[in-house]
């Protein structure tokens, strides 16, 4: 899964990919330059527990491709500049990231002159909404000067007409209702406003301790409208912590009231909000967590491990992490009776154990 972290100038967008992909010295890279890219490692405690068990050779985290996609600047009357590569990069992301400052900062000036991240959050929207209205139009144009309509032309124009008018009163594709046929039909265009949306506010170390920052209410308000989770982060702070010994680590962490890293705050807000899950693979060579969309079948779910596995599927042999944690071994909870064998249309659960017996 690609997450784009998206957003103005200077709201410290590339401080939160140093951050998430543990790079630490990669620099902005401003408005008109190529992505960076990297790798964020989710931390999950039931691998951990797992390899810990099983005194495993590997441990395996789930991952979330990051790109710190080129930011592009507002000027203080609203008009943007450079952002054709920001859109460019942005389609191919599976789910964006706004990354909106709150933080106060005499070195660091604001292209729009004063801190407004609801504002910011609006402005990057309209962005995107204006390009897909663009891209609408420009396909209705072709059709209609085409040397021939057919009935699938008539078709797909009705489909984008009805796209148009909805981005036109402000709403966004991901939320228009359609069927899946018709979702199915616009899959191509990669519209900017299909794709999910998650908004981290970045604040400084005075706003974090006092968990408030300047248009607060604006700003969640406008989140709730739009459906896009919020994310309070204060990443400058949370990056210099994670460049220190581990022992030192956990006390910084307490001392600022920081529960969780970043990343692994980041994760769980996408998994929620794209509907993902993992499941567990465990064993002496491996412990390992897998992605996949919530609602799969464990024929499915063998397939994201290898196609082969899939296609000779004959059981699954499911334990609950719940039950392995709570008994402290695979012996004791087979035992209890707590493992149980699952076929093909089982639907996988967050956290199962899971090893496939195949034949190819």
Not at 106 to 114: E, I, L, T, Y
Not at 206 to 218: G, H, I, L, P, R
Not at 343 to 351: L, W
Request: net charge negative; charged share 30%.
């Amino acid at each position: 899964m690609k997450i784009g972290l998206i957003g103005l100038n200077q709201t410290g967008k590339t401080t939160l990919f140093n951050l998430l992909t543990g790079k630490m010295d990669i620099a902005a890279q401003g408005g008109k330059g190529a992505a960076n890219m990297g790798t964020g490692f989710v931390p999950d405690e039931r691998v951990d527990f797992l390899s810990e068990i099983y005194n495993s050779k590997k441990t395996t985290y789930a991952k979330l491709d990051i790109i710190d996609v080129a930011g592009f600047a507002v000027s203080s009357e609203g008009q943007s500049s450079g952002s054709s590569v920001f859109l460019n990069d942005v389609r191919s992301c599976d789910a964006l990231v706004h990354v909106l400052r709150a933080f106060e900062s005499s070195s660091v000036s604001h292209d729009m002159g004063d801190i407004n991240p609801a504002r910011d959050l609006e402005a990057v929207e309209t962005e995107m909404l204006i390009a897909d209205l663009e891209m609408i139009e420009k396909r209705i144009g072709r059709i209609k000067t085409g040397k021939k309509i057919t009935k699938e032309n008539e078709v797909e124009m009705a489909l984008l007409e009805r796209c148009f008018t909805w981005l036109d009163g402000g709403g966004s594709i991901l939320d228009m209702e359609m069927t899946q046929a018709e979702r199915l039909a616009i899959k191509s265009f990669t519209f900017l406003t299909e794709k999910p949306r998650i908004a981290v506010v970045n604040l400084d170390e005075n706003q974090w301790e006092a968990k408030t920052w300047a248009n607060q209410d604006e700003l969640e308000a406008l989140c709730k409208q739009l459906n896009i989770p919020l994310i309070a982060l204060c990443v400058e702070a949370e990056l210099e912590i994670s460049k220190l010994p581990e022992e030192d680590k956990l006390v910084f962490m307490e001392d600022m009231d920081i529960k969780q890293p970043g990343i692994a705050i980041l994760a769980r807000t996408a998994y929620e909000h794209l509907g993902l899950i993992s499941f567990l693979t465990a064993g002496e060579d491996e412990c390992r967590a897998w992605t996949i969309e919530n609602g799969t079948i464990a024929k499915h779910a063998a397939g994201k491990i290898h196609s082969d596995i899939e296609r000779g599927f004959i059981r699954a042999e499911v334990v609950k992490y719940d039950s392995i944690k709570e008994l402290g071994s695979m012996a004791k909870v087979k035992e209890k009776g707590l493992f149980r064998l699952e076929g093909k249309e089982y639907i996988v659960i967050d956290g199962d154990i899971i090893n496939f017996r195949f034949n190819v």
